[in-house]
């Protein structure tokens, strides 16, 4: 019993890892997408800066952080 409980705690605590670690969503990348030339610069959870989020988004990156 108690093996299957820290089993059952290592599947959860795996399967959230592997959610948080999904930065680029493959199907999001539309490199045709129109974004304004504005110069208001993210870091994408991908470690690249891009121009602005609309750029960040048209590559697919799911999470990004305004830099100052």
Request: glycine share 2%; net charge negative; hydrophobic share 40%.
């Amino acid at each position: 019993m108690k093996q299957s409980i820290l089993i059952f705690l290592l599947f959860i605590i795996s399967c959230e890892d592997a959610k948080e670690e999904i930065c680029i969503d493959e199907s999001k990348i539309n490199p045709d997408a129109a974004c304004p030339e504005i110069f208001d610069p993210v870091l994408g959870c991908d470690e690249q800066i891009y121009s602005n989020s609309c750029e960040a988004e048209k590559n697919g990156v799911r999470f990004w952080t305004d830099i100052e």
